[in-house]
T-cell receptor
Framework: EAQVTQNPRYLITVTGKKLTVTCSQNMNHEYMSWYRQDPGLGLRQIYYSMNVEVTDKGDVPEGYKVSRKEKRNFPLILESPSPNQTSLYFC??????????????????FGPGTRLTVL | AQSVSQHNHHVILSEAASLELGCNYSYGGTVNLFWYVQYPGQHLQLLLKYFSGDPLVKGIKGFEAEFIKSKFSFNLRKPSVQWSDTAEYFCAVNTRDAGKSTFGDGTTLTVKP
């Protein structure tokens, strides 16, 4: 079954304690992305990756790190979490956007979400 | 920088009413346009998408959207909503030549039985 998985699904932690949220996809997608969802703010892109070893900042990258050492995995790292990073996080993957031709499209497939609380 | 604006934050309708949710985007280049739906407690799912061709696109569950390039709009419509359409709806834009992806703030639709 084609899917994006995230772990953990729920996490409560304390300020300053490093954590990693894992994301894995089995669709051989080149593109992966992390979002946070906050009430009234919709989804905001944190980081994205267009292929292995290629990552770039989204709209709200401060306080986050990512790595893309393998095509299927795209972990999100919070080196020193703070309460303002309490949020619902989604990982997504898709075919690479911008490929030549009118048939290029990049519907994103989303993971189930990780609800993070930082005390 | 690209941006997406959804005009309605919360819409309340009775069953069988018609629905239109507004979405405008700003970006100077070529884009792909999407509507995603998030049912209560679930993750986002694709409702429909536009990347080229016929500007009127049809999605799942009777939804459709029309891309009007001159207005930078991609409004979502459904002729007759059902209670099961209660969800949050997000308009999104992906740029063709880069990886940036921008979502609107979302519209919460409540359909009363």
């Amino acid at each position: 079954e084609a899917q994006v998985t995230q772990n953990p699904r729920y996490l409560i932690t304390v300020t300053g304690k490093k954590l990693t949220v894992t994301c894995s996809q089995n669709m051989n997608h080149e593109y992966m992305s992390w979002y946070r969802q906050d009430p009234g703010l919709g989804l905001r892109q944190i980081y994205y990756s267009m292929n292995v070893e290629v990552t770039d900042k989204g709209d709200v990258p401060e306080g986050y790190k990512v790595s893309r050492k393998e095509k299927r995995n795209f972990p999100l790292i919070l080196e020193s979490p703070s309460p303002n990073q309490t949020s619902l996080y989604f990982c997504a993957s898709s075919r690479l956007p911008g490929l030549a031709g009118a048939n290029s499209y990049n519907e994103q497939f989303f993971g189930p979400g990780t609800r993070l609380t930082v005390l | 920088a690209q941006s997406v604006s959804q005009h309605n934050h919360h819409v309340i309708l009775s069953e069988a009413a018609s629905l239109e949710l507004g979405c405008n985007y700003s970006y100077g280049g070529t884009v792909n346009l999407f509507w995603y739906v998030q049912y209560p407690g679930q993750h986002l799912q694709l409702l429909l998408k536009y990347f080229s061709g016929d500007p009127l696109v049809k999605g799942i569950k009777g939804f459709e959207a029309e891309f009007i390039k001159s207005k930078f709009s991609f409004n979502l419509r459904k002729p007759s909503v059902q209670w099961s359409d209660t969800a949050e709806y997000f308009c999104a834009v992906n740029t063709r030549d880069a990886g940036k992806s921008t979502f609107g703030d979302g519209t919460t639709l409540t359909v009363k039985p």
